[in-house]
């Protein structure tokens, strides 16, 4: 059995800060956990949802062109012209940041909580809190 093709949408949903203790929450829709501070927070955003319904992916087999059609991700898709079975995944935005020792830009994923992380050009270790 092959391997179910992913796509990565192309819409992520706004970056909210926890109104507990401001860090960053998951970017996904409904209700969220802070990594830090463990609160929940109900996460509704119509705008978001609306445009995951209207967002247009091509196949990963035959390129065409679908209207996703669904609210929420992932979402499990089947092409109308191939019959390829995909998972259209949440989009997780990517930020830069910066070696505090080299100045170094790095490009990562926006994920919540803490990353202990070293430099790839001057090999000093620091941490990133989003």
């Known amino acids: 059995m092959d391997e179910e093709a992913i796509v990565e949408s192309k819409i992520a949903p706004p970056a909210l800060s926890c109104p507990k203790c401001s860090s960053l929450l998951p970017s996904e829709l409904g209700i969220l ?6 609160s929940k927070v109900d996460v509704k955003h119509p705008v978001t949802r609306r445009n995951w319904e209207n967002e247009k992916i091509s196949c990963p087999e035959c390129s065409k062109v679908l209207v996703v059609g669904v609210d929420k991700r992932p979402a499990h898709l089947k092409c109308i012209s191939c019959s390829t079975h995909f998972t259209v995944a949440k989009n997780v935005p990517r930020v830069e940041v910066s070696c505090p020792s080299c100045e170094r830009r790095l490009r990562m994923k926006r994920k919540p909580g803490s990353r202990d992380i070293d430099c790839p050009a001057c090999s000093t270790p620091f941490k990133v809190t989003f």
């Not at 956990?33 to 463990?38: E, K, M, R, V, Y």
């Open 33 to 38: 956990t802070c990594s830090i501070c463990s």
